[in-house]
């Protein structure tokens, strides 16, 4: 089950690892030594640009690779990390293999795109977190603004007065601030306001379920997002129709399984073409329907 379903494609042990009976507590002994044993390895999947189909950058998905238990998703080991103090160390790895990963696109084929990490609550709020990014940018001879930064809304919530200040010394460092996950923590549009982001990032909630109203969310998250001047990413796209829709809505940004998925480095920069051909493709369908 934990093994590739099909090419290049994982099948996660997943968050399902209640259902395989596996104890929370053979994880955490699993998961302690594992960077150690370089059992974790990223994977990217592209962003593209809704009016040109351009890829413009690549998430960077964190993978762990246990021998015992297959592939464990981040859903299930990020939050355990957490918990235990283990996500300094290993976003820090995370950090700098992203950034090598995409240190090598902009020199080879891709000179423009750019790369989105993932960083979690407690790693942002360690003291020394912007003078990491700083020096992780510094050795890979990275621009800072290539790099996003994905922040969740309720890690920027939780300590409102110190994430600001940190955001504003990200800012001035000239790195890139995505909200993830948006439209699912915040509990008031107050603590947004002024806070020095460059993107908004619409839950795949509001994207994938098919409730009557999800299609008004989106659109007042663009409306907003584009009224701050923030660009809007919408990520979970599964299909031409989203697709089609998303791109009606005004999102700047898409991703997603239709798109592209996440996929090993090499790969991932080698799909480039093809997508961006599809991706065109549906486009100019979308213009010229029939
Ligand atoms: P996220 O940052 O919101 O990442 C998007 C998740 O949606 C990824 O799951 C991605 O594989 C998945 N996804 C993308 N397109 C589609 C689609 O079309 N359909 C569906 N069903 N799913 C799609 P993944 O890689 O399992 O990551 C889950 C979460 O784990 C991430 O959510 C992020 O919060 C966290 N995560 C992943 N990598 C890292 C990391 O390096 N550091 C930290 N702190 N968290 C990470
Ligand atoms: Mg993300
Ligand atoms: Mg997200
Ligand atoms: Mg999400």
Redesign the pocket.
């Known amino acids: 089950e934990a093994k590739q379903a099909g090419k290049n494609r994982w099948r996660?042990a997943s968050a399902d690892l209640n259902a395989l009976h596996v104890p929370q507590a053979n994880i955490e002994v699993q998961l302690r030594g594992a960077l150690e044993r370089g059992e974790f390895v990223?994977?990217y999947?592209p962003l593209v640009d809704m009016q040109t189909g351009t890829v413009v950058g690549f998430?960077?998905?964190?993978?762990w690779v246990s021998p015992s238990l297959g592939l464990v998703?981040?859903?299930v080991f990020?939050p355990m990390a957490e918990a235990r103090e283990m996500?300094g160390g290993?976003?820090r790895w995370?950090l700098r293999t992203a950034l090598r990963e995409a240190k090598t696109w902009r020199d080879g084929d891709l000179p423009d795109v750019g790369v989105s990490?993932?960083?979690?609550a407690t790693?942002f709020e360690t003291p020394d977190f912007v003078s990491d990014v700083r020096q992780a940018l510094e050795d890979c001879d990275l621009n800072p603004a290539c790099l996003t930064l994905?922040l969740?809304e309720s890690a920027v919530v939780a300590n409102a007065t110190t994430a600001r200040v940190t955001l504003q010394e990200l800012k001035a460092l000239g790195v890139h601030i995505a909200l993830?996950?948006f439209g699912m923590g915040f509990s008031s549009l107050g603590q947004l306001r002024g806070l020095p982001v460059n993107t908004l990032?619409i839950?795949?909630v509001f994207v994938?379920e098919s409730h009557g109203d999800n299609a008004a969310f989106i659109q007042a998250i663009v409306t907003l997002g584009h009224s701050l001047g923030l660009s809007v990413v919408a990520?979970?796209?599964?299909d031409p129709q989203m697709l089609r829709q998303l791109r009606a809505q005004g999102c700047d940004i898409g991703?997603?399984?239709?798109v592209g998925r996440?996929l090993a480095s090499g790969e991932a920069v080698r799909a480039v073409p093809a997508l961006e051909q599809q991706v065109r493709i549906d486009f100019a369908r979308m213009a010229n329907p029939g």
């Open positions: 996660f990223m994977y999947q998430e960077a998905l964190l993978r998703s981040p859903a990020v996500m290993i976003g995370v990490v993932n960083v979690s790693q994905e969740t993830d996950d990032k839950d795949r994938q990520e979970g796209i599964e991703q997603g399984f239709y996440p």
